[in-house]
């Protein structure tokens, strides 16, 4: 399945709000650690529903923000959240960005990357596309420490990348990024029911649910352009 039919139909059922809500609990910690400064041009990689860029506009005075997404749907979507005219969202594929060398200040993106058909490349274009001195920000859920989300390939149709910590921070050297930082950010949000409701239908004990949000979270790996 491509990933056009997958996410359009995410779309059109309504998910792309489903997962911003989810994905907000550790993503606007991550979002609020980004130097974007007024004026800055910020890319969001798999936008979804485009809620990050519009953060970063509203809190950070972005100067232009484009959501990049390979699912029409989710552009459309995305489109329709805002009347922003500095916020556009564009259809396209983490292998081949529609943006000229050095061009974009920084680089977001939240539970997207481990899609990209070939992560070194996708990198190789992050780096080609950033100013000197910019910024990604990659968020990822889906990673080999958290031994909670491995059965999510099962669901999806899409080959995913499951990198370990130290994976990602090689890969990103080898395209060219220096590592700034790399941290679990912890959802504590998400409501972790007392131990007499285990198991439900998701969670088989109390203990494995806490470890997966309290304690592994969301995986962000900071890279920057030399
Ligand atoms: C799990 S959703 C996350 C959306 C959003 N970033 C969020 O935090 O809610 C992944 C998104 O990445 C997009 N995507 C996946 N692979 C892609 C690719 N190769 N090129 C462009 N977009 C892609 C999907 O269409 C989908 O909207």
């Known amino acids: 399945m491509s990933v056009r039919e997958e996410f359009d139909e995410w779309?059109?059922?309504?998910r792309d709000k489903g997962m911003e809500e989810r994905h907000w609990h550790t993503a606007k910690h991550a979002l609020a650690r980004m130097p974007v400064e007024p004026g800055d041009t910020v890319l969001d990689l798999g936008c979804g529903s485009g809620y990050a860029g519009r953060a970063l506009r509203d809190t950070n005075d972005a100067g232009r923000?484009?959501?990049?997404?390979?699912a029409p749907e989710m552009a459309h979507n995305a489109a329709d959240?805002?009347?922003?005219?500095?916020?556009g969202y564009v259809v396209g594929d983490f292998g081949s960005l529609p943006f000229a060398d050095d061009s974009i200040d920084h680089v977001w993106s939240m539970e997207a990357f481990y899609y990209a058909s070939d992560p070194h490349h996708t990198l190789e274009e992050i780096a080609r596309v950033l100013r000197s001195g910019g910024t990604f920000y990659c968020a990822v859920n889906y990673y080999e420490e958290n031994v909670h989300s491995h059965e999510w390939q099962e669901f999806i149709d899409i080959e995913m990348t499951r990198w370990d910590r130290e994976q990602y921070r090689e890969a990103f050297r080898r395209a060219g990024l220096h590592v700034a930082e790399q941290d679990n950010?912890?959802?504590?949000?998400i409501t972790i029911p007392s131990e007499a409701e285990f198991p439900t239908d998701e969670w088989d004990t109390r203990d494995a649910m806490v470890e997966r949000y309290r304690e592994y979270g969301t995986l962000l790996t900071v890279g920057v352009a030399p």
């Open 185 to 189: 950010i912890p959802d504590r949000e």
């Open 81 to 87: 959240y805002t009347e922003d005219d500095r916020v």
């Open 65 to 70: 923000v484009y959501g990049l997404d390979g």
């Open 11 to 14: 779309a059109t059922s309504g």
